[in-house]
């Protein structure tokens, strides 16, 4: 069966501080692969997809940068923190049946 | 472009009552509809989907929504909420021509609250 993996599962960091959240899929090949951001009363933004290793595609501009240097491992990263980076980032994968969510890193910036 | 308005950012209702959630799409071609439901501190369950077929797709755990073309509408309804269905819930849509795993864009959520 297919299942994804994010971690941490909360994190805490300091404004400048960089960022590396890891995201692993299991039990399929070339998925597409997504992070979404969810802040407050904002609902879900898709911030990067990625359709096979090395592909990304940036929906919106902003402090963050995503990799894919294996087909089933997608990483969302940051140089330098900011406030406005604190959320809940949801990394996902699709198939022709849906999307399947991961578990979520609470991250704060302090 | 597409967008997702959920006209209701929260709804409480007391258990055993009637719910719906409502969900209007704006796209200029075919769409997928989509709703995922969020516990707290959780990732997002797939609820329900519309592909294509019958309008009015139901899950597992009674809740329901009809895709109405005319309306740009996929309101989501259950006739008897549980406490259990406490959560928050998520309306989306993506691209049909694309293909039903192409990127999915949210509306901004409905917190369901359910009380005794």
């Known amino acids: 069966s297919q299942t994804i993996h994010q971690w941490p599962a909360t994190l805490v960091q300091p404004v400048g501080s960089p960022l590396s959240l890891e995201c692993t899929v299991e039990g399929t090949s070339n998925p597409n692969l997504y992070w979404y951001r969810q802040a407050a009363g904002r609902g879900l933004q898709l911030l990067f997809y990625s359709v096979g290793i090395g592909q990304i595609s940036s929906e919106v501009p902003q402090n963050l940068s995503a990799s894919r240097p294996q087909d089933r491992q997608f990483i969302l990263s940051s140089k330098k923190l900011l406030l406005s980076d604190s959320g809940f980032y949801l990394c996902?994968?699709?198939?022709?049946?849906?999307?399947?969510f991961g578990s979520g890193t609470r991250l704060t910036v302090v | 472009a597409q967008s997702v308005t959920q006209l209701d950012s929260q709804v409480p209702v007391f258990e055993e009552a009637p719910v719906e959630l409502r969900c209007n799409y704006s796209s200029s071609v075919s769409v997928y509809l989509f709703w995922y439901v969020q516990y707290p501190n959780q990732g997002l369950q797939l609820l329900l989907k519309?592909?294509?077929?019958?309008?009015l797709v139901e899950s597992i755990n009674g809740f329901e929504a009809e895709f109405n073309k005319s309306q740009t509408s996929f309101h989501l309804r259950k006739p008897s909420v549980h406490i259990s269905d406490t959560a928050e819930y998520f309306c989306?849509?993506?691209?049909?021509?694309?293909?039903?795993?192409?990127?999915?864009?949210f509306g901004k959520g409905t917190l369901l609250t359910v009380n005794p």
């Open positions: 989306a849509v993506s691209d049909a021509g694309r293909g039903s795993n192409y990127k999915l864009t």
């Open positions: 996902a994968w699709s198939s022709n049946y849906g999307y399947t």
């Open positions: 519309y592909l294509s077929g019958s309008t």
